[in-house]
Each structure stands twice: as C-alpha cells, then as structure tokens.
C-alpha cells in the first residue's frame, strides 16, 4: 500500500513473514481496508514506530508456534 506524504495507515494486525534476499518483509493488515487483496508485505522500516505492538503479537505468537513445533520433533 504506497501511502501519500501526508496519509498514514494504521496497521490492524502482521500475520506473516518472508525473506526476501536478505531482508524480512511482513505481511500486514491494514485498518480499515478489509479486502485481503488490500493487504501488503512492507519491510520492517515502512512499519518500524507505527506498527510496534503488532510487531511484538506478531513475534510472540511466533516464538510460541516455533516452540511447539520442536517439541512434536
């Protein structure tokens, strides 16, 4: 989603993430735009300070699913 100088989006929720090269990038839902062709993956810079606390749902509930998968093993 390219954002006008002056617009700034709200990210709802990160439920994803990619490596691209050697940069992760994050799958983010924005407010507001409801419509999954709507979603976009951003590098962490474009989400870095306005989407912070997502960020960290994001990284618990991963750490937590990363867990649980090495304990099946």
């Known amino acids: 989603m390219k954002a006008q100088a002056s617009e700034i989006y709200e990210i709802k929720e990160i439920?994803?993430?990619r490596l691209v090269?050697?940069?992760i990038e994050y799958h983010v839902k924005w407010k507001g735009y409801p419509d999954p062709d709507e979603d976009t993956w951003e590098p962490l810079k474009n989400i870095k300070g306005r989407g912070d606390a997502a960020l960290r749902k994001f990284q618990d509930k991963e750490a937590g699913t990363n867990k649980k998968?090495?304990?099946k093993k």
Do not use: A, D, P
């Open 15 to 17: 439920f994803g993430s």
């Open 21 to 23: 090269g050697t940069k």
């Open 69 to 71: 998968r090495k304990k």
